[in-house]
């Protein structure tokens, strides 16, 4: 069993910055692909970034240059780093740990981006 737990969402600006955190319950990152997705209201959940095993990132177009995602394999912990904010990137952000076996989510963080 996996837990995840994000945080770091908030209110912000936009064009301003946030980090987000999700810390797994135990060093699962060479076992499973990592990702940050993220709900609108009304909207499906969509991808917004992966990093493998092997430290290769993937990112949504809409996110691309602005977002960053990393790990820190001695906490256990995957981070979004999330600059220039927009307003359409207010929502809730969920971390996921995905195998064959099968997948986790966390609880998510909201994030609205509003002036």
């Known amino acids: 069993q996996v837990q995840l737990v994000e945080s770091g969402g908030g209110l912000v600006q936009p064009g301003e910055s946030l980090r987000l955190s999700c810390a797994a319950s135990h060093n699962i990152f060479s076992s499973y692909l990592m990702g940050w997705y993220r709900q609108a209201p009304g909207k499906q959940r969509q991808l917004v970034a992966t990093i493998t095993s092997g430290g290769s990132t993937n990112y949504a177009d809409s996110v691309k240059g602005r977002f960053t995602i990393s790990r820190d394999n001695a906490k256990n912990t995957v981070y979004l780093q999330m600059n220039s904010l927009k307003p359409e990137d207010t929502a809730v952000y969920y971390c996921?740990?995905?195998?064959?076996?099968?997948?986790?989510w966390g609880q998510g963080t909201q994030v609205t981006v509003s002036s």
């Open positions: 996921n740990a995905y195998r064959w076996t099968g997948d986790y």
